[in-house]
């Protein structure tokens, strides 16, 4: 499958999760934290597109459109938004790319680790994320196991900390590279807490 492909189902939802070594979590920690829970909920269904932009509003700063943050989720419509001038956004969640991810993957299991912060100057900090999903296809073709991680950068804005940017890389675990952002100031970032998801059955 096309990296671009693999973009879109890098996200899924994060229900039924148990938690550990939070004793470090800042605010900001749990913004993070909260991001990726809406982000996986958005990508596997569980709440409405709606819902999904009320909410991770309150999180980004004022740059981030809705386009901003529907590509940063839905990658795969990168193409498709920038190619026209007027995009229904919430049309193509609910129909195009939902009709594609349930004819694909029948189920998955994730697990996600999140760093404690990083201070890179005094009104700027990063969190790091590392994240394995394993998608189980509707056939063999379909099935994909990958390595995700990220790095999220969070800057005051009114005296709030929102985020400003988030950068992400990836492998397939059976074609394994080293990924960036796992490092801060040459060393390994510390994950503080860690989120696992039993298999969940993705409904048709």
């Not at 981030?64 to 190619?83: D, Q």
């Not at 969640?93 to 005094?122: P, V």
């Amino acid at each position: 499958m096309k990296r671009k492909s693999l973009v879109v189902l890098v996200v899924v939802v994060l229900t039924l999760l148990t938690f550990s070594g939070c004793s470090n979590k800042d605010d900001v920690v749990t913004m993070v934290e909260r991001v990726e829970n809406l982000n996986h909920e958005l990508s596997i269904y569980n709440i409405s597109y709606d819902e999904y932009m009320k909410e991770i509003k309150n999180y980004f700063n004022s740059e981030y459109t809705e386009k901003k943050l529907f590509n940063r989720i839905i990658p795969g419509a990168i193409g498709i938004t920038e190619s026209k001038e007027e995009f229904d956004y919430k049309s193509y969640y609910e129909n195009e790319r939902k009709q594609f991810f349930k004819n694909n993957f029948a189920k998955y299991e994730i697990k996600t680790k999140i760093s404690k912060t990083y201070d890179l100057e005094e009104d700027i900090k990063n969190v790091f994320v590392k994240t394995e999903l394993t998608f189980e296809g509707t056939d063999d073709t379909n099935s994909i196991n990958l390595v995700l991680t990220k790095k999220y950068v969070i800057v005051k804005e009114n005296d709030k900390w929102k985020i400003s940017r988030d950068y992400i890389d990836f492998h397939k675990k059976e074609n394994p590279k080293k990924l960036n952002y796992t490092t801060f100031n040459n060393e390994p970032v510390d994950y503080i807490t860690t989120v696992t998801m039993k298999p969940v059955k993705i409904n048709k």
